[in-house]
């Protein structure tokens, strides 16, 4: 009986091994799941764009905390200046008024000019009575104008705390702006990097193709018909300064005058010829005046894309000059090559 108990258990162990060795091998023998299919040439050269793009609209978050943090800063050494002179000026008028009650105390009470009001002389009361009103004027502009000095020394306090307060919200713009660029760039150049030689060379291919099929477009759509080109003086010194810098790399942040960036070149090319601009694309859409495409002329600026994060000048003949992106010098291309968002004007 109990040899029948044993065999029974061994058979049954057996079978449970046998079950579970089975189970195992079909769980080690089920297949992988198929790798992500690989993407185009043409999907990789849309997402690097699209992660450069992305850059550009964190470069103009960056440049424009960083123009405003400047301006902060110098309002701030302006309010330091004013709270310092309004110091003093209180000091001064504190000592002007304390010099005046030690005068009126070493008289018994009363100053040199109450005291003649006394006299039994007409001349020399009628010279007090004027002299009083005259003292009472002055104490009273006196008492007045430390008054005014304390309350601007006050509002000038608070404005640059207030001052003090925007230039650190700009810094934390300007880092965290500055880690979104170089995320983008990082993720772009691995993009890039994972790509061989020929594909890098094709990639570069299409995007020419893409940029000469969006300028033949654009010429055809007949938009620079009847266009004019006459330009200003100040217009020729800037497209001058600018087709200078063609060969220059691209770095973001960069204003010149080894590299730059879209905007930092449009600035400084202004800057050359006399005319200050503001220091992004974006600003520059917002408040430069607005022009027609077909009154453009040499020396426009074309903002580029929806949410106009790109900017290049127009040079004539339906060419622009621009500082295309990381990895790029400065340099000629197609006005209608990339999405137009419309045409500012620096200088009338």
Request: charged share 25%.
């Amino acid at each position: 009986m109990n040899r029948r108990r044993s065999a029974t258990a061994a058979i049954t162990v057996a079978c449970a091994l046998t079950v579970l060795g089975t189970s195992m091998q079909t769980a080690y023998a089920a297949p992988l799941p198929p790798p992500p299919p690989k993407k185009s040439l043409e999907e990789v050269r849309k997402e690097i764009d699209g992660l450069y793009r992305k850059a550009a609209v964190a470069t103009d978050a960056y440049n424009l905390a960083e123009e405003r943090a400047e301006q902060q800063s110098a309002e701030i050494v302006r309010l330091a200046k004013a709270i310092v002179a309004g110091q003093a000026r209180i000091d001064d008028l504190k000592a002007r008024a304390g010099a005046a009650a030690r005068a009126q105390y070493r008289g018994g009470g009363l100053p040199p000019e109450a005291q003649l009001v006394l006299t039994d002389d007409p001349q020399l009361f009628l010279d007090g009575a004027g002299r009083i009103r005259q003292g009472q004027k002055a104490t009273k502009d006196l008492i007045a104008e430390l008054t005014r000095t304390q309350g601007e020394l006050r509002t000038y306090t608070k404005d640059a705390s207030t001052e003090w307060t925007k230039l650190e919200a700009n810094r934390v713009r300007q880092a965290k702006a500055k880690k979104d660029i170089n995320d983008k760039i990082a993720a772009a150049k691995k993009l890039e990097s994972q790509l061989e030689a020929a594909e890098l060379a094709r990639l570069l291919k299409l995007e020419e193709q893409e940029q000469y099929k969006k300028q033949n477009d654009w010429l055809k759509s007949g938009v620079l018909k009847g266009l004019k080109g006459a330009t200003t003086e100040q217009g020729k010194a800037a497209v001058a300064f600018a087709t200078k810098q063609i060969g220059k790399p691209y770095v973001w942040g960069a204003e010149g005058p080894g590299s730059y960036d879209c905007s930092g070149l449009t600035q400084s090319a202004w800057a050359a010829a006399g005319r200050g601009i503001p220091r992004t694309s974006q600003e520059q859409w917002r408040l430069l005046p607005r022009v027609d495409i077909k009154d453009m002329r040499p020396g426009d600026l074309i903002i580029y894309y929806k949410d106009a994060s790109h900017v290049g000048m127009y040079v004539g003949g339906g060419a622009m000059v621009h500082a295309p992106r990381p990895g790029r010098n400065v340099t000629m291309a197609g006005a209608g090559s990339m999405e137009i968002l419309g045409v500012v004007r620096p200088a009338s």
